[in-house]
């Protein structure tokens, strides 16, 4: 069986600040770790992903992630935030030893202030 | 590539009717995903297909709702009757479970109204 729990259904942030969104993931068996990205009124689109290679993910937009193991975490990061950044971001775990359907979190949603 | 195609885009209709939502993976893609999303349940996975084949349909919520996949191009999800509550954003996403990589490809969604 395998969760993931997104802290924070919101996050605001200045423009030119720090963005961080957490997620935290369980899993049986090493997983696979995903970013979505929804941008008003559009569908889920891919920001990075982990598939066991390097912990430390770069993405597009200038988003990164990593993936600490001890932590069972995966949080997302950007250094400045820009105004498009504004959206809804999921965290996804998929089960790499079984039928590998993802499992999403509830969804952080990203403010971005002037 | 065109990406996933849904149609239609937005969708209103009253208590009863028969709505049918399309959708059109990405060529090459083998397997087909339907979720819906609304503010509540936030982003459900209704049902899965691989190579056309429905997998897991545990996540369509009642007999009203019904999928097919007649072919690796095209696949349909069917409300008969439908209901105030089926009010939703319904997804179809498609990915290449032979690459390994698993991740899903999203279409633009349907927004569905039941008055």
């Known amino acids: 069986a395998q969760s993931v729990t997104q802290l924070g259904s919101h996050v605001s942030v200045s423009e030119g600040a720090l963005v961080l969104l957490r997620c935290n993931y369980s899993?049986?068996?090493?997983?696979?770790l995903f970013w979505y990205v929804q941008y008003p009124n559009q569908g889920l689109q891919l920001l990075l992903k982990y598939t066991s290679a390097a912990t430390l993910v770069k993405g597009i937009n200038g988003f990164e992630a990593e993936f600490k193991k001890s932590e069972t975490s995966f949080h997302l990061t950007k250094p400045s935030a820009h105004m498009s950044d504004a959206a809804e971001y999921f965290c996804?775990?998929?089960?790499?030893?079984?039928?590998?359907?993802?499992?999403f979190g509830r969804g952080t949603s990203l403010i971005v202030h002037p | 590539d065109a990406g996933v195609i849904q149609s239609p885009r937005h969708e209103v209709t009253e208590m009863g009717q028969e709505v049918t939502l399309r959708c059109k993976p990405i060529s090459g893609h083998n397997s087909l995903f339907w979720y819906r999303q609304t503010m509540m349940r936030g982003l459900e996975l209704l049902i899965y297909f691989n190579n056309n084949v429905p997998i897991d349909d545990s996540g369509m919520p009642e007999d009203r709702f019904s999928a097919k996949m007649p072919n690796a191009s095209f696949s349909t999800l069917k409300i008969q009757p439908s209901e105030p509550r089926d009010s939703a954003v319904y997804f179809c996403?498609?990915?290449?479970?032979?690459?390994?990589?698993?991740?899903?490809?999203f279409g633009p969604g349907t927004r569905l109204t039941v008055t």
């Open positions: 996403a498609s990915s290449n479970s032979g690459s390994f990589s698993y991740e899903q490809y």
């Open positions: 899993s049986s068996v090493p997983p696979y």
């Open positions: 996804a775990v998929s089960d790499t030893r079984g039928s590998y359907i993802p499992t």
